[in-house]
């Protein structure tokens, strides 16, 4: 069974997700980025992150958890360094703020760095990172997120798939951004394989014991219920695919953004009061920019950049391959062609959009 | 086939292999240092990068590859930064006064980072992060390498096993240490199967056709007569496991090493000349520190990384494990128990020593 498909033109979408966070009391210029990093991610491909997510924050500011306008506040600062308290404000908006601090910071002083507590869900990484081309520096983003992910030889899903992500300008190439989980898959991609009723990889998740397991549904059941069981870090099971490097570099970034910020990490995030009840969700995020000059002058930096870039895309191919891909080509491509053919979302997440704009009493133009 | 072992005193092995390096024309210091790299991956357990390397330094000094008395130089220097030209020396001289500049400029500006061009191969990436811990402050160490790995879908090995290590000091507990290659394995891996007899496990090397392969001689021989064929990046083969985020990672290394250092990259390190002799390898490196307090009191900082990695350590373990390990656990247990009762070298490494001590006409007392 294949997801029916909806097609929708990006500004509009941008534009409906705009209303949906106003509706909701978030301030028109907030309410828009909030959106369009939404938007972003489904231009890119990357629909675990788009606007089918919609839903949760609607809900976390419903309930009280995000708080719509937030005065967000720097605690602490020096010439290359913040840290922001989002006061439980929009992920995406305590990301742009941070993000843009240690720009300015890089621009002044040649790096910067802050450090966000007290957070939510900001999207994708890649987002924040990539902020930092259109100033010609690199940009480094990562953030801690809800336990989907097994330690090596745990069972308990202590970990987020927290994202690190890294932006590097070229020249006549596209930049180089890397956006990636640090676990094998998504929570997203199991729901997939499970709503078309197939069977995961051995490899990808463990069941409730901490053994392999190829079903997604009740992996799924298992997370939900707090059974034990999860995702896999990158590298898998045990240590004999790096299953433990993985692991690293989800605490690595569990470490920057939860304890550098003083926020939550590990199960300590998405807590609940005594009667079981939601509370903000403590997420934490660290964001980085690097001036390319502070090494080299720019125009020879990118100049090797492009034959960084080209190298990789001209080696050879393995056998019944016909190309080999640089990190953000991919989602380069894809942007490109959404931004003209439309977005393809599926009839679910069209649907739950509709039921939105219904429950808010906002102009429904999709 | 088991290799025999002879125990060997870490003490009497650091000072065997500074009269090695000494030998060579290398300065006292410096030879110490070296030395001290490479008996410290055998401390902790990772001999791939330990004693059993020696040769190929001594080979690299006596062809003229390695300068042992290079003339390093600072060509660009900020506040925070500096590009450091190692001028062909060893790479463990030129990462020791590397992450000294970067630690420095964290001490005075709250973060310091520095690039090495020209360099060569510096030992395990772990030593250079691990300095910070000693200044309270966060350690970051990169480094690129020759050519094993295969990027996502290709087949040529242009991607070193470029390492990236994080070193984050704790309070009670030892402190977080991620040292990892952005490989699946290391080729030492390979050759220790190979001389076993033993296949690897699918997914850990394809051959030169690109296509997984089980057979670490094959895949040994293809490296070496340059046919094609590789080890997998961290994720294995394709997307499925994720093996594109392993190539990104190994590419993000490469990019900070070799691209922003101005060094060598991807197929242009270890060059040869027209004559097919080998050249300088043009190596590069990354380094950079950062203060703690920037963001939070260390006290405070370290308190909640001792409750960290406590949390790990104390989740529940999947059936038929007992313990979760935190990053570099393991590897200080090892160096805590090795410095103690000695290093168990193989019998082909004891003998090798042994072989360059009399070429070199140094006295031999292991």
């Known amino acids: ?38 938007v972003r991610a489904d231009l890119r491909g990357i629909e675990s992150h788009g606007v089918g997510r919609i839903r949760r924050y609607v809900s976390g500011i419903q309930k009280g958890l995000i708080a719509p306008r937030a005065r967000m506040k720097i605690v602490h600062e020096t010439p290359v360094s913040a840290l922001l308290d989002a006061e439980n404000g929009l992920g995406q908006v305590a990301g742009r703020r941070a993000m843009q601090i240690a720009m300015e910071k890089a621009i002044q002083r040649g790096t910067g760095w802050v450090a966000v507590r007290n957070s939510n869900h900001f999207g994708i990484a890649g987002c924040y990172s990539m902020m930092a081309l259109e100033r010609d520096l690199i940009g480094f983003s990562t953030t801690n997120s809800h336990g989907y992910v097994i330690p090596t030889f745990g069972k308990e899903p202590i970990l987020g798939t927290n994202p690190l992500s890294v932006a590097i300008p070229a020249g006549a190439e596209r930049p180089f951004v890397l956006d990636m989980s640090t676990a094998v898959v998504t929570s997203g991609r199991l729901e997939v394989y499970h709503r078309k009723g197939k069977k995961i990889p051995l490899g990808w998740a463990v069941d409730e014991r901490g053994l392999p397991c190829d079903d997604p549904g009740r992996i799924l059941a298992n997370l939900k219920a707090h059974r034990g069981g999860g995702i896999l870090p990158l590298g898998g099971e045990g240590e004999d695919y790096g299953g433990h490097k993985g692991y690293g570099l989800d605490a690595w ?32 995020h660290f964001f980085g920019a690097w001036r390319i000059d502070l090494f080299r002058p720019v125009e020879e930096f ?17 056998e019944g391959q016909d190309r080999i891909y640089v990190h953000g080509e991919k989602e380069f491509e894809l942007e490109e062609k959404h931004r003209q053919m439309g977005i393809p979302l599926s009839k679910k997440v069209y649907g739950e959009l509709r039921a939105i704009a219904e429950e808010l009493k906002i102009p429904w133009d999709l």
Chains 1, 2 share one sequence.
Do not use: H
């Open 302 to 318: 990118k100049r090797d950049m492009d034959d960084f870039i080209r190298r990789l895309r001209q080696s050879t191919k393995a």
């Open 253 to 284: 970034a569990d470490i920057f953004s939860g304890v550098l910020s003083g926020s939550g990490y590990l199960n300590t995030l998405y807590p609940k009061d005594k009667e079981g009840r939601e509370m903000p969700s403590r997420v934490g």
């Open 1 to 38: 069974m294949v997801d029916e498909i909806q097609i929708v033109d990006f500004k509009a979408l941008e534009a409906f997700g705009q209303r949906v966070f106003c509706a909701l009391g978030v301030p028109a210029e907030d309410a828009l980025w909030t959106s369009q990093v939404l």
